[in-house]
């Protein structure tokens, strides 16, 4: 339910209404429980054959659907320290990810950012990647460039950098403070 897949279906309900856009979804990964909700909701907006499950996938194939999508959406109601649209920016493939605090912060002018609940929001950034072939190609020069600001050793020094931090606090909680250290 984090990833809030809903929102990018009711996205799509509102680019076919709205402006007769037809887009397919592509969803990839484990099924953690939240996938027969996350179809039903499709068939419930009349979308369902728009959307296309592909579950686990390898590196090799994860590659190819970067590569051959108009963009990645990421619409997590949480973050912001989440690497797929680092992933899809490192291949090529522009963003539209939603704005929780801090996103802006990690990714910059590098994608197109929405309201996480807001599909109205998110169907105009994925029409604007439709119809405006220069503001795609801007998208991914900037991702791009974004992208390599992060490396894998940058982002584990920020990883070990908050377990540091912590350890200060949890060393209030007794024997669970060596869990942390």
């Not at 339910?1 to 856009?21: F, G, M, Q």
């Not at 999508?69 to 490192?90: F, H, I, K, Q, R």
């Not at 791009?144 to 894998?152: D, F, N």
Request: aromatic residues 8%; charged residues 20%; negative net charge.
């Amino acid at each position: 339910p984090h990833k809030n897949h809903v929102v990018i279906i009711a996205a799509l309900k509102v680019l076919r209404d709205k402006w007769n856009l037809t887009v397919n979804l592509v969803l990839s990964g484990a099924d953690e429980g939240n996938l027969a909700h996350v179809l039903d909701y499709a068939n419930t907006l009349g979308v369902r054959d728009q959307v296309v499950y592909v579950g686990e996938v390898p590196e090799v194939k994860l590659v190819r659907l970067y590569k051959g999508a108009l963009a990645l959406v990421y619409a997590s109601a949480v973050g912001p320290d989440n690497l797929p649209p680092l992933e899809a920016m490192s291949l090529g493939c522009p963003a539209i990810v939603s704005d929780v605090p801090g996103a802006r912060e990690q990714y910059g002018d590098a994608c197109l950012f929405f309201q996480p609940m807001d599909e109205a929001a998110l169907a105009s950034q994925i029409k604007q990647l439709l119809q405006d072939p220069l503001a795609r190609e801007k998208l991914v020069a900037n991702g791009s460039k974004r992208a390599k600001q992060w490396s894998v050793e940058d982002y584990a020094g920020s990883v070990i950098s908050i377990f540091d931090e912590f350890e200060l606090i949890a060393r209030a909680w007794g024997s669970n403070a060596a869990t942390f250290t």
